[in-house]
Every structure is written in C-alpha cells, then in structure tokens.
C-alpha cells in the first residue's frame, strides 16, 4: 500500500479518541493501518512494528500515549520516519503531563505535537494527510477541497443573524 499511515495507540482505552484521526484519513481516502503497542509495557512490539512499518514504505507515524506518554518519543528515536504525537486526556493531570512528554523532545528527535485529545487526533489525521499530499496530487486535491469547504462553512455561518 502506498502512502500508508501507521496510527499506535499505547492502550486500547485510547481506541475512541485515535479513531478520529483514522476518519480524517478515511475522508482522503489514505490508507492506514491501527496498533496497540506501550513504550513501557511492549517496547519488543514497538521496535517491531516501527520496523514493518519502514519496510512497507509507511509515510508517516501517528502516536497517542496519556500519562507519561513516552509512545511517539520513542518511535521517533527509531526512524526516520515523520512521527505525529496525539497527547490523550487519559490520566488526573488532564493530559497535560501527555502533552509536556509529546512535546518537550530533545534535539534530534523530533516529534510532530498535535493538540491534547480529540481535536489532536482530528489534526494528526490532517497533518498525516498533508504529509502524504507532498507525494500525491489526489490527497492534495481533497485536501485543499477540505480546505474550500471549512472556509465556506464559516462563510455561511457568518450570514446567520446571532
């Protein structure tokens, strides 16, 4: 599969909320594929799957961890490949303890920071499709068709009388 993105989710608690990111793939029709895999709990099936995924040409890593949130750090510590981290709302901290570990990477590993929950996993949907869309000139048609009509949505709503 060409262009194919990598959602990994380090719980299956997170299935809800990585789901939006798998719609936004759906609607520009990118394939993907959806893991469970924890930086501390399995980082054997981490390595594992990071690894495939480089070998079936996988475009770019969407990572959601809560709490420590260690997930997208590490992937992206093992490839080259463009990570985009999902901070979840999983732990009493809010997600801020996940966004403060997704986010405050050291040099030379970069992870893409997407907001904390589900508005994140809509715009790691986005940010993967764009990645994509470099590549492919079908992805980039949706996308600036997505764009059009986000613009005429606000258009229309600004129209109604409040």
Same mark, same amino acid.
Do not use: C, W
């Given at each position: 599969?060409?262009?194919?993105?990598?959602?990994?989710?380090?719980?299956?608690?997170?299935?809800p909320l990585m789901e939006e990111?798998?719609?936004?793939?759906?609607?520009?029709?990118?394939?993907?594929?959806?893991?469970?895999?924890?930086?501390?709990?399995?980082?054997?099936?981490?390595?594992?799957?990071?690894?495939?995924?480089?070998?079936?040409?996988? =475009?770019?890593?969407? #990572? /959601? *961890?809560?709490a420590a949130a260690h997930l $997208?750090?590490? +992937?992206?510590?093992?490839?080259?490949?463009?990570?985009?981290?999902?901070?979840?709302?999983?732990?009493?901290?809010?997600?801020?303890?996940?966004?403060?570990?997704?986010?405050?990477?050291?040099?030379?590993?970069?992870?893409?920071?997407? =907001?904390?929950?589900? #508005? /994140? *996993?809509?715009?790691?949907?986005?940010? $993967?499709?764009? +990645?994509?869309?470099?590549?492919?000139?079908?992805?980039?048609?949706?996308?600036?068709?997505?764009?059009?009509?986000?613009?005429?949505?606000?258009?229309?709503?600004?129209?109604?009388?409040?």
């Open positions: 599969m060409k262009h194919k993105v990598l959602i990994i989710m380090g719980s299956d608690s997170d299935l990111a798998g719609k936004m793939l759906d609607s520009f029709a990118i394939p993907y594929e959806m893991r469970i895999a924890s930086a501390h709990r399995s980082p054997e099936l981490v390595d594992e799957i990071v690894s495939r995924a480089e070998k079936e040409g996988v =475009a770019a890593i969407i #990572a /959601g *961890a809560g $997208a750090g590490v +992937i992206a510590s093992k490839t080259t490949l463009p990570v985009i981290g999902v901070p979840i709302d999983s732990s009493p901290l809010k997600g801020v303890d996940a966004l403060y570990a997704t986010v405050q990477m050291p040099p030379g590993v970069p992870v893409a920071t997407m =907001a904390v929950g589900k #508005a /994140g *996993a809509k715009n790691a949907g986005i940010f $993967a499709a764009q +990645i994509v869309a470099s590549s492919d000139r079908k992805v980039e048609r949706l996308l600036k068709d997505f764009k059009r009509s986000m613009a005429a949505e606000v258009k229309r709503k600004s129209r109604v009388k409040i």
